[in-house]
Structure formats: C-alpha cells, structure tokens
C-alpha cells in the first residue's frame, strides 16, 4: 500500500526583514530556464517552509538559505516571494497536469473518464500532501489564477471537455454550465483533500476512491 510522504520539521527561520524581500522589482517567472538541480533545491525548499509557517513568516533569506543558492538567483528568476510560490506551483501543479492529460486520453465513456480524473487526483494528493496545503495556506483564492497552469489552455480543455461532453450525451446534469460542474468537483476534492491533512488521516484517500467517487457522481450525474 502506498504511503503519505511526510512534510517534515518547522525549520528554525531568520527574523523577518520586509526590506529584504522588497529590495527589487518582480520580475516575470521563468522557472524553466534554471538548472534542474538548481529547480528541484527550490521547490523543496518552498515546500518544506511555506506549508510549515504562515507565509509572511518567510522571508527570501530562509529560502535561499534553505536552497542552498544566492538570494540573487531568486531574483533573478522571480522577483518577488509571491512570484516564487506561484512559480513553484506552476511548476508541481503542472506534473498533475500532464498526468491527468495523458490518463485521459483514449477513454470515451464519461463516467470511466471522470473516474480517471479523480483517479489521478487523489493519488497524486495523498503523495504530495504539501502542495495542497502550500495551495491553500500561502496563496489567497483571489491570487489562483496567477498560478499559470490555472490558464493552461490544455487542461482546462482536458477538464472542461469531460464535463462538456458529459452533458451533451445526457449523462451528466446540464442546468448548469460546465464551469460549476467543474467548481464542484474541484470544491468537494478540494475540501477533503485539505481536512484529509489538517486531521493527518491516516488512511490515504486513495483507498477511499470507490466511495468518493459514487458521492461525486451522484452530485453530478443528470439522473
């Protein structure tokens, strides 16, 4: 059976300093064109503080130290601490992303492709636990969109497609557009991942995935 991975120890961090984190200009993402060893120091260390402490509480020296690279890199490649977190989840969220693209191709039946979204979700969840909690604790849901892979064009139309098409063949309910279709499987995964970890269940939601999905269905379903 698989197992949470952990998010670790409260790492000790330096006395905050607003003037440090201000010292220049955002500057537009590019987590991309970074070393990849340089990339993965990062979004570890982005993870193991920013789902640890409150997210004013981390300044970029904590970062940078915790990296183990110069506050110039940081920068250099996103500017600003909010640009960072935005990056880097753009970056995490953008794994799910392709996995829930590749899983969904080949599958015609709406209900077996919803199935895989879920699937997909929650495994990815109960591996990753701190990009949930990183998503929900330092990003406000005004800012969500500032995280690129919420505009990727292709998996919004991965997403939206299994609702859109559900709805066409009459299987899924049509007196609501597609997009609330969507708000509420995202509200309800969203909700039970997040108290999944406040509560530090220990069983994965995974081998959860049976009745979850029935619950989910029949919110949905035109029946």
Same mark, same amino acid.
């Given at each position: 059976?698989?197992t949470?991975?952990t ?105 077996e ?13 109960d ?8 998503? %929900? ?22 997403f ?7 709805q ?40 959860? %995935?049976?009745?979850? %999905? ?10």
């Open positions: 059976m698989a949470r991975s998010m670790g120890k409260r790492p000790v961090l330096s006395k905050p300093d607003a003037s440090v984190d201000q010292a220049s200009p955002p500057q537009a993402c590019d987590p991309g064109a970074m070393r990849a060893g340089t990339q993965a120091r990062l979004e570890k260390a982005v993870l193991q503080l920013f789902s640890t402490h409150d997210f004013h509480e981390v300044s970029l020296i904590d970062v940078a130290r915790a990296a183990n690279v110069s506050l110039q890199t940081i920068y250099k490649y996103f500017g600003s601490k909010e640009a960072l977190v935005y990056g880097m989840l753009d970056v995490m969220l953008g794994r799910l992303a392709e996995r829930m693209i590749d899983h969904l191709q080949g599958i015609d039946d709406v209900r492709r919803l199935r895989k979204t879920l699937w997909v979700t929650l495994d990815y969840m591996k990753h636990p701190a990009v949930m909690l990183l998503l %929900f604790t330092a990003v406000p849901v005004s800012r969500h969109r500032n995280i690129g892979i919420y505009e990727s064009p292709e998996l919004m139309t991965a939206l497609g299994v609702f859109k098409d559900g066409s063949r009459g299987v899924l309910n049509n007196q609501v557009s597609s997009k609330i279709l969507l708000d509420i499987f995202m509200g309800i995964i969203g909700r039970v991942v997040l108290m999944h970890i406040v509560r530090k269940e220990r069983r994965l939601l995974i081998d959860q %995935f049976d009745v979850l %999905f029935n619950i989910i269905w029949r919110a949905m379903s035109a029946d």
